[in-house]
Nanobody
Framework: QVQFVESGGGLVQFGGSLKLSCTVA????????MAWYRQAPGTQRELVAS???????HYADSVKGRFTISRDNTKNILFLQMSRLKPEDTAVYYC?????????????WGQGTQVTVSS
């Protein structure tokens, strides 16, 4: 199974920026499609952004133009650059597979990283 370690979260003011990182333990990382998800209290986990092995990007409407997903295949790291943050972006952020039609399927979740945006 694939393992994930997310980092980079924190407390930031409205309009600020953060860059999240996810180290992925998977020797097939370069061939994978990866995604960032988030879960706010009392809500279901939602897909925020995804990137395929071929570089196809997808963003949730709520983050388009503000968030950028990227990857470093030499270091097995997935990134999420978040800008112009809003209080509604407050959530625990996770990385995982689960992009339809791509390796890997959803794996056991990591611990996530908390992002809190103050108004």
């Amino acid at each position: 199974q694939v393992q994930f370690v997310e980092s980079g979260g924190g407390l930031v003011q409205f309009g600020g920026s953060l860059k999240l990182s996810c180290t992925v333990a998977d020797r097939f990382f370069s061939m994978s499609a990866m995604a960032w998800y988030r879960q706010a209290p009392g809500t279901q986990r939602e897909l925020v952004a995804s990137i395929t092995n071929g570089g196809i990007l997808h963003y949730a409407d709520s983050v388009k133009g503000r968030f950028t997903i990227s990857r470093d295949n030499t270091k097995n790291i997935l990134f999420l650059q978040m800008s112009r943050l809003k209080p509604e972006d407050t959530a625990v952020y996770y990385c995982n597979g689960g992009v339809p039609g791509y390796y890997p399927d959803l794996q056991p979740w990591g611990q996530g990283t908390q992002v809190t945006v103050s108004s």
